[in-house]
C-alpha cells in the first residue's frame, strides 16, 4: 500500500505539470510579458518624474552595455535546451555552463564600465545592472525547464511577481536616496531573492513531479568537461550570432551617447522603449510558439511549420501598423502624458522609431523561424552583417542629424533583420544537413 500511494502521488503531481495548450499558454505568457513590460516600461517613466533625462541615460547605458555581453555569456543555453528534441543533455550540465560563464560575464561588463572612463557613478550604475542581469540570467535558464515542458504559466506567475516589485524597488530606492545606483542595487536584490525563493523551488518541484531522471529536469549542477565541452560547441554559434543581435541594436546608443551625451541618450530611450506594448505580444507569441516550430521542424511537418509562421509574421505586420497609426494620430499627446513636454518635441523621431518596431516584430518572428531549425552554425556569418551595418549607418547619420540618424538607423537594421532571416533560411531548409523543410 505505501508503494501504491506513493506511485498515486507521483502520477497526480505529473499531472499537476502536464502541458496545457498552446492558446492558455500564450494568454498566461501575454499576461506575464504585459506586467514584466508593463513594469520595465514605468521604471523609466519614474526615473523621467524623479530625475532628469541625465540618470534615464545613465540607465539606459547600463542596459546597453549589460546586454550584448550578458546575451553571449548565456550562450542561448535555453534556445539549445529547447531545441533538444532527443534530451541527450540533462539540466544540470546547463546550468553548471551558465553559472560560470554567469560569473565571467559580469566581470567583463564590470571592466568595460571601470575601463571606458564614465564617470564614476555611471560606471558603478553599469556594474550594478551587470549583476542584476546575472539574477536574470540564472532565473531565464530554470525557466528553460518549464518552456521545455510547455508549462509557461508559471514563468509567466514569476514575470507578474517580478515587475511590480522591481519598479517598487527602483522607485523607492531612487527616491529615498536621490541616488540611481541605490535604486538598481535595489532591485538587483530583488531578483536575486526571487530567483532563491520562486524560481528555483518552483522548478525543484517540476522535477520531483516528473522523475529526477528526467532530461532537462536535474537542478543540481553538473560539470562534465566532455559533455559540456559539447555544449559549449553546440550554444557558441548561436550565442555569438544574438550578441551580434543584441550589440547591433544597441550600437546606435553608442553613437548617441558620445554625440550628443547622456540626457539625449535618455531622450532617445525614452522614446525607444514606447513600442515595448507591442514587443510584449511579439514575445508572448514567439514563446508560446516556439516549442511546437521547433518540434514542426524536427517532424519534417513542413505544412503545419509555414503555416504557423505565416500567422505569426501576419500577426507582427498588424501589430506594427497599428502602432505606426496610433502614433501619427496621437504621438504628441501621447508622449506629453507619458513623460513630459521635453520628450513630446521630438514626436517626429517617435514616429520612425515605431517604424524600426515595426519591421522589427515581423524581423522576430522571422527570426524565431530561423532559430527553431536548429541550424545554428549556419547563422554566424550571415549575421556578423548587423554590427558592420549598424556601425556604418550609426557613423554616418547621428553625428550630423542626431537622434533622427539614430531613429534613421533602427529602421534599416530592422529591414536589414527581415532580409537576412529570409536569405539564411532558403540556404538551411535546402541543405541536406538540415532536410526536414527540403
Partial sequence: MPAAANCVQVSDAAGAYAPISLRLNFAWTFTGNVVYAGSQWAMLVVLTKLGSPQIVGQFALGLAIAAPVMMFSNLSLRTVLLTDSQGDLRFGNYLALRLVTTALALLIIAGIGFGARYRMET?????????????????????GVLQRHERLDFIARSM???GPLSLAALGLGVYFSHRLLVGVLVMASVWGGLLLAYD??????????????VPGAALQP??????????????VPLAFVQMLTSLSANIPRYFVEHCCG?????????????????????????????PKLAKYYAAADRTA???????????GALLGLAGLLTVVLFGRPILTLLYSSEYARQVDVFLWVMLAAGIGYVAAFLGNMLTATGAFKRLVIPYCIFPVAALTTSYILIPTLKLHGAAWTMCVMSALSCVVSLLT?????????????A
Fill in 160 to 162: 507578474i511577481m517580478k
Fill in 200 to 213: 528555483a523551488p518552483n522548478c525543484e518541484r517540476l522535477r520531483r513531479a516528473l522523475g529526477e531522471d
Fill in 222 to 235: 553538473r560539470w562534465a568537461s566532455v559533455v559540456v565541452g559539447g555544449l559549449i560547441r553546440t550554444a
Fill in 262 to 290: 547622456e540626457r539625449e541618450l535618455g531622450i532617445f530611450a525614452a522614446l525607444a522603449y514606447v513600442p515595448v506594448a507591442g514587443t510584449t505580444v511579439v514575445n508572448a507569441l514567439a514563446g508560446s510558439a516556439f
Fill in 425 to 437: 533560411f532558403s540556404r538551411v531548409k535546402n541543405r541536406r544537413a538540415y532536410a526536414p523543410l
Fill in 123 to 143: 560606471a558603478l550604475v553599469v556594474v550594478a545592472v551587470g549583476l542584476a542581469k546575472c539574477f536574470e540570467s540564472i532565473s531565464d535558464l530554470l525557466y
Fill in 305 to 315: 511549420f509555414r503555416r504557423l509562421v505565416l500567422q505569426l509574421v501576419a500577426a
